[in-house]
Nanobody, 121 residues
Framework: QVQLVESGGGLVQAGESLSLSCQVSGFRITPMAAGWYRQPPGKQRELVATISGGGTTNYADSVKGRFTISRDNAKNSVYLQMNNLKPEDTADYYC???????????????WGQGTQVTVSS
C-alpha cells in the first residue's frame, strides 16, 4: 500500500525554523522526482519546492533562499527545511512524488494527509 506520511509541522514565531519530513512507503522513490506543496487557509494550493531524481532543486520565488528541499533515497524520504519563517508561510504542507515533463512537475495521485505549519508574527 502506497503511503506518504508528513511530519514536523507546528507553531513557531516569525524568524524561526521548522524541518518537515515525508516518509514514503509502498514503493521506492528512486528515481522519481518529489515536491512539496502548501495550501494556506482559504487559498489555493501552491507548489513550493521540487527535487529531481538526480537532485536538481527548484523553488517558488516566495521561499527561495529560505527553504531547502532534500531527499534520502536510502531512507525513502523527502525533507523540507524551512528557515526564517514568515506569517505568510502558514499553511498545510504536503509532500508528493512525481515526474517532470520538461520543466513542469506532475505529482502522482497519491498524497499524504499533510502537516500544519503556523507562523505567528
Amino acid at each position: 500500500q502506497v503511503q506518504l506520511v508528513e511530519s514536523g509541522g507546528g507553531l513557531v514565531q516569525a524568524g524561526e525554523s521548522l524541518s518537515l519530513s515525508c516518509q514514503v512507503s509502498g514503493f521506492r522513490i528512486t528515481p522519481m522526482a518529489a515536491g512539496w506543496y502548501r495550501q494556506p487557509p482559504g487559498k489555493q494550493r501552491e507548489l513550493v519546492a521540487t527535487i529531481s531524481g538526480g537532485g536538481t532543486t527548484n523553488y517558488a520565488d516566495s521561499v527561495k533562499g529560505r527553504f531547502t528541499i532534500s531527499r534520502d533515497n536510502a531512507k525513502n524520504s523527502v525533507y523540507l527545511q524551512m528557515n526564517n519563517l514568515k506569517p505568510e508561510d502558514t499553511a498545510d504542507y504536503y509532500c508528493t512524488v512525481g515526474t517532470f515533463s520538461g520543466a513542469t512537475y506532475h505529482p502522482t495521485a497519491k498524497w499524504g494527509q499533510g502537516t500544519q505549519v503556523t507562523v505567528s508574527s
